[in-house]
């Protein structure tokens, strides 16, 4: 073991202060990595604050982790001293259960073993994320990045990159197909371009009106604003897929409404109170579906990096200092995020 620098919580109300933890010593099969960026997720927010049941105190979040090897393992071979690398939502899991064998280790039968605030079989404690200088993983977790890429900008797609891109890959979002994306924070400025970068028709529904001329840079053909009923109406039963990322409750019934017969919203925004029930005769009028998705993995992860770098995908960042954390948590609660907050981690020293 040995200490590393790092912020945590020490309650659902205390701000993110300075803490000291201990990373493991490098295992035969393990990459040690020096944190140089780390995006902030609103998942970083729900379980720093405890509205998510489970956060364990002291916390140290961080999921969207980019970084340089600074040394590996006896075994490890895909991976050497000085490649930039990225982490993302998960560094184990128990890989022999069917999902797990499918490349699909974030529905892992024994629970995906978390970046931050998981069971750490290493240590006998919790995992702790990336708001910090340096941690050290299992091979099979580390994710290669491309050289030449602005590595700060990167950094979201390890968490909002695939959040996204998974359920516009599963549902099959191209060419021919209307798409919506609903809110444009770090999740939706995500969705807007890899929906454009896939070929579809994509539309992003947004509270904010004064975001709209980004979302049409970014790649969206139409922007709604989904507080205007009329807005909204004009786009009845026209969609193929929406992709929903609303960090907060709200009625989905409007969206369904948009939905095409045999058409899904998928969820991937987590609010800590249930959305309010939806309609029924909305879903079983036109056979409609509403469906969730969570991250993706490993393979996937490393596919949609893949098809960022050849797309020239980044995120739309702002760059802060580690001592910023806490005003960006309160910009996020705000909306006011353009597009992803990334963590300079050369200023935690
Ligand atoms: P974010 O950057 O804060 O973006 C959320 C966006 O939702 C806001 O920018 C805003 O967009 C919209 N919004 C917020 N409050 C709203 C309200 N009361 N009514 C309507 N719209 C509202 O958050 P994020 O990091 O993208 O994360 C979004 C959610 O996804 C969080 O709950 C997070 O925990 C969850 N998440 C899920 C997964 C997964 O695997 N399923 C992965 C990562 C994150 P507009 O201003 O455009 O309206
Ligand atoms: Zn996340
Ligand atoms: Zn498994």
Same mark, same amino acid.
């Given at each position: 073991m040995s200490k590393t620098l790092a912020y945590a919580a020490q309650s659902p109300t205390t701000p993110l202060a300075p803490f000291s933890l201990d990373r493991r010593t490098p295992g035969p099969t393990d990459v040690e990595i020096e944190i140089l960026f780390c995006g902030i997720c609103h998942s970083d927010l729900h379980t720093a604050r405890g509205e998510w049941p489970g956060t364990v105190y002291p916390v140290v979040p961080g999921h969207e982790i980019v970084g340089r090897v600074t040394s590996v393992g !006896?075994?490890? &071979?895909r991976f050497a001293p000085g490649s930039n690398v990225g982490v993302g939502c998960?560094?184990? !899991?128990?890989? &022999?259960?069917a999902n797990c064998k499918e490349g699909l280790e974030q529905f892992c039968d024994a629970g995906m073993v978390g970046t931050y605030n998981a069971p750490d079989k290493h240590t006998g404690g919790v995992t702790y994320g990336g708001y910090s200088k340096r941690i050290v993983v299992d091979q099979d977790f580390v994710l290669t990045i491309a050289d030449g890429t602005h590595l700060p900008a990167v950094?979201?797609?390890?968490?909002a990159g695939i959040t996204l891109y998974s359920p516009l890959h599963h549902w099959k979002a191209g060419p021919g197909k209307k798409v919506g994306i609903v809110g444009l924070g770090g999740l939706g400025h995500m969705g807007v371009k890899i929906a454009h970068a896939m070929g579809a028709h994509t539309v992003l529904f947004t509270?904010?009106?004064?975001k709209v001329e980004d979302a049409l840079r970014m790649g969206a053909n139409e922007v709604v604003i989904s507080r205007d009923e009329a807005q909204m109406t004009?786009?009845?039963?026209?969609?193929d897929l929406i992709v929903n990322t609303v960090a907060a409750a709200h009625n989905l019934d409007p969206f369904i409404a948009?939905?095409?017969?045999?058409a899904t919203m998928v969820l991937v925004g987590a609010p800590d109170s249930p959305h309010p029930s939806p309609g029924v005769f909305p879903l079983i009028f036109r056979r409609r579906s509403i469906a969730g998705s969570l991250i993706g993995g490993i393979a996937e992860t490393q596919e949609m990096l893949d098809f960022c770098n050849q797309h020239g995908i980044v995120s739309d960042i702002e760059l802060i200092s580690i001592d910023k954390i806490n005003e960006a948590y309160d910009r996020m609660l705000k909306s006011d995020v353009k597009y992803r907050f990334v963590i300079d981690m050369s200023t935690l020293r």
């Open positions: !006896s075994e490890v &071979t998960l560094v184990d !899991s128990c890989r &022999t259960c950094a979201p797609l390890l968490c509270t904010s009106a004064n004009a786009h009845a039963n026209s969609f948009l939905l095409k017969r045999d």
